[in-house]
């Protein structure tokens, strides 16, 4: 028998999922941002070639293809019965904010972030990986799914006849 997700579940999965796509789109905008900034100074894509460089390339590739799969990810994994998998992204999403804070930090510290607007992208990366990880930690936390509830509760085998 599948048991059906709760309201407050199905929300945070919702608000997971759309975590990762808003922050997936900011990465792109902020990419092409920097393309387009390259383009109109002339500088033969300097800026790119150090950051991200082609040794980067490969990063940004599976960086996207785990931002792009991490909402698949999510839904298909409320099935199982296990929180495992829960934890697993909740561990994900707190590398990923790791990672674009101190991505953030080295351009902070370089000199290559001097205005707000230079900024505003990466401040919005971060609240919204800050987003994904709190309400990941909190889908993480809810009780188990209740079809096995009610196989390891007393309750459950007494009400359902179970043996």
């Known amino acids: ?4 997700p709760t309201l407050r579940e199905e929300s945070l ?9 808003s922050a997936f789109l900011v990465i792109c905008w902020a ?12 500088s033969n894509f300097r800026e ?8 980067g390339i490969p990063v940004l590739v ?7 799969l991490m909402p698949l990810y999510v839904n298909l994994v409320s099935e199982f019965k296990t929180r495992l998998f829960r934890w697993i992204a909740v561990g994900v999403a707190g590398l990923f904010l790791v990672f674009w804070i101190l991505h953030h930090l080295s351009h902070w510290h370089a000199g290559t972030r001097p205005t707000f607007a230079s ?27 209740a079809a096995e509830t ?12 179970g043996s």
């Open 1 to 4: 028998m599948k048991s059906e």
């Open 13 to 21: 999965r919702t608000q997971i999922a759309m975590g990762w796509i």
């Open 31 to 42: 990419f092409a941002i920097v393309i387009c900034e390259n383009a109109m100074a002339n």
């Open 48 to 55: 790119l070639l150090r950051d991200p460089g082609v040794q």
């Open 62 to 68: 599976y960086t996207g293809a785990i931002y792009a």
């Open 119 to 145: 900024n505003a992208l990466d401040l919005t990366l971060h609240a919204l990986g800050l987003w994904v990880l709190l309400n990941s930690m909190k889908w993480a936390k809810l009780p188990a799914s």
């Open 150 to 161: 009610d196989r390891t509760s007393v309750a459950g085998k007494v009400a359902l006849g």
